[in-house]
């Protein structure tokens, strides 16, 4: 039972420390984001660290989001079918989410 409780954290640990190592950026637990790639089923959600460790990249743009709203945004890829866009609130999320369900979900 001890082991469980000393291997889950370093699970975590090694996950984050392979983005620490590599340079890349995660957006924090408590994030916004969407599937950009599947605009008819996206809603945000809360980014936890269960759905971070998912995450293979993310890339962090100050000016990201839709139509130069300038806000922002990481754009994490899980794999070739699944992306998210992740803002730093639910608003700015689910104000993003208007802006390309009304623009026909394309950046």
């Given at each position: 039972?001890?082991?469980?409780?000393?291997?889950?954290?370093?699970?975590?640990?090694?996950?984050?420390?392979?983005?620490?190592?590599?340079?890349?950026?995660?957006?924090?637990?408590?994030?916004y984001?969407?599937?950009?790639?599947?605009?008819?089923?996206?809603?945000?959600?809360?980014?936890?660290?269960?759905?971070?460790?998912?995450?293979?990249?993310?890339?962090?743009?100050?000016?990201?989001?839709f139509?130069?709203?300038?806000?922002?945004?990481?754009?994490?890829?899980?794999?070739?079918?699944?992306?998210?866009?992740?803002?730093?609130?639910?608003?700015?999320?689910?104000?993003?989410?208007?802006?390309?369900?009304?623009?026909?979900?394309?950046?």
């Open positions: 039972m001890k082991t469980k409780k000393i291997l889950a954290p370093l699970g975590a640990l090694l996950v984050f420390s392979h983005y620490a190592a590599a340079g890349a950026a995660l957006p924090d637990s408590g994030w984001g969407f599937d950009w790639l599947h605009p008819e089923n996206a809603e945000c959600v809360k980014m936890t660290k269960k759905l971070l460790a998912r995450f293979k990249s993310c890339e962090y743009r100050a000016d990201g989001g139509a130069g709203d300038n806000v922002e945004t990481y754009e994490c890829t899980v794999n070739e079918h699944v992306q998210y866009l992740v803002f730093k609130n639910k608003k700015i999320c689910n104000d993003q989410l208007d802006v390309m369900e009304s623009i026909g979900g394309s950046l």
